[in-house]
């Protein structure tokens, strides 16, 4: 089971607020911290990280002991986050959709991959077979709505789509998901959800809540596992 603890812009751009980020993510049991690389990130935007900003990312999350993974929007932002020790890389619904050429280099790398489908509607056809990817299901909508939760998979044991990415409010749809088999669950993660500095903040767990998820999360994973 992996929970993924995504901090994305939830840091409203003070870069200092991310080390309490990754801190908290960590102690609230998530095993990867992740941002994203080359989205609203030039310079002068909510979430420019140069080489130097990524480089002290890396050092806090060792501090942490928490895996440190990146969205990656862009070539360049590949470019970038190649000079670092990639162990695992995410690409967005919305990368797959429109840069289909970014993805495939991504995937030339052989690394873990986990891919978001909220923005790919055909989840029947998946664009890629590659055995380090991670499918997650999601809704590109924000927050996601009951109705838009229709169509979540009833099972995801043994299925191409493995995981859950979450945009709905509180952490019920992600222990449902849980609970029908998902063994990725990516959850948005802040230190105060009711900042407006972005949209993000509403959908997002706050520390005691994403503590909370994966405390019930892994030990539903674990009776699956037995068998109950």
Known sequence: MIFISEIGLNYNSIFSNCEELIKQSKLAGADIAKFQLGWKGKPGEINFLDEKKISQLYNWSEKYEIDLMFSVFTKDALKLLKKFPIKRIKIASRTLKNDIDLCKEIL?????????????????????????????????SYPTSNDDLKLLPKNFKDRPISGYSDHSIGIDTALLAISRGASVVEEHFTLDKSSTFIRDHILSSEPEEMRLLIKIGREINRKLSYGI
């Open 108 to 140: 030339s790398l052989n690394l873990e991959t986990f891919i978001s489908l909220g923005m790919w509607e055909d989840k029947s056809n998946l664009p890629f077979k590659d055995e380090n990817i991670k499918y997650m299901w999601c809704k590109s």
